[in-house]
């Protein structure tokens, strides 16, 4: 069954997708259901980081469904409707508050290139695989899209990937800088529990005003809002979590942050 699974163990919400029969292929409906699960955690104040990964050892996501591209796509209505859902699904990690963490093993094709490209730290173990098969395929990959990857791994990098669609593995995607680490896969999962960890034991306010600053870096002069970014460091500074950082450094000891 192809569905999104969704957990939460105390600060750290993860959102699996499961479609094991077509190596973690996303559906029309699982593409609806992402932006959903991903503003669901942001609203939950429990939540302090969140992890997408795929289920199984084979894939992090193989792309889109194509099987499904025949009637999805048959028109220009329904391929707007499905072009509109991907896109929401790459936007919505993008306009999250909390960092999210793209857990990657196996395939990451494809649509879920795009996806991993869309979160702010990419770790993957040494057996994953990359490609950008758009070319092979021949569709169509629009300029917010590529933008996003040249903003990660520059437009050198970008365009091999595109013009080449050739398949790439965990240390050319090292080299390219769009993965922060790779680990053999028995360690996975604990390099990625360190991250979460880390993130979560950080005051929330000051991870929120970076993230969204790092952003504002990358977007275009006439989308950014530097207003915003100012006034969010100032409400970290104005923040009762500053206070708090301040006496736990003195008093040496970890510091009990409340994102407020």
Request: glycine share 6%; net charge negative.
């Amino acid at each position: 069954m192809a569905e999104l699974l969704i957990t939460k163990k105390a600060a750290v919400g993860t959102i699996t997708i499961s479609n094991p029969n077509k190596m973690n292929a996303m559906s029309v409906q699982m593409w609806m259901d992402l932006p959903k699960a991903i503003r669901a955690f942001d609203a939950d104040p429990e939540v302090r980081v969140i992890v997408i990964t795929g289920q199984g050892e084979k894939a992090f996501v193989s792309g889109a469904d194509i099987s499904q591209f025949d009637t999805l796509r048959s028109s220009p209505q329904t391929q707007q409707d499905y072009e509109d859902a991907v896109a929401d699904s790459m936007i919505a990690p993008l306009e999250c508050s909390k960092p999210i963490i793209a857990k990657i093993r196996g395939f990451c094709f494809g649509g879920g290139l795009g996806l991993a490209a869309a979160c702010d730290i990419r770790i993957c173990s040494e057996d994953s695989t990359f490609r950008m098969p758009a070319a092979r395929l021949g569709l169509g990959y629009g300029h917010t899209g590529i933008k996003r990857f040249t903003d990660v791994i520059g437009l050198a990098n970008a365009t091999d990937i595109f013009v080449t669609a050739r398949r790439f593995d965990a240390p050319d995607a090292l080299r390219m800088g769009f993965v922060s680490r790779v680990c053999a896969a028995s360690e996975i999962d604990a390099v990625v529990d360190q991250y979460t960890q880390a993130i979560s034991e950080n005051a929330p306010l000051t991870v929120a005003a970076s993230k969204f600053i790092v952003r504002q870096v990358c977007a275009h002069p006439d989308e950014q809002d530097l207003e915003r970014a100012v006034e969010m460091v100032k409400t970290c500074f104005a923040s009762e979590d500053f206070k708090e950082g301040r006496a736990a450094f003195m008093e040496k000891r970890p510091a009990q942050f409340k994102g407020r």
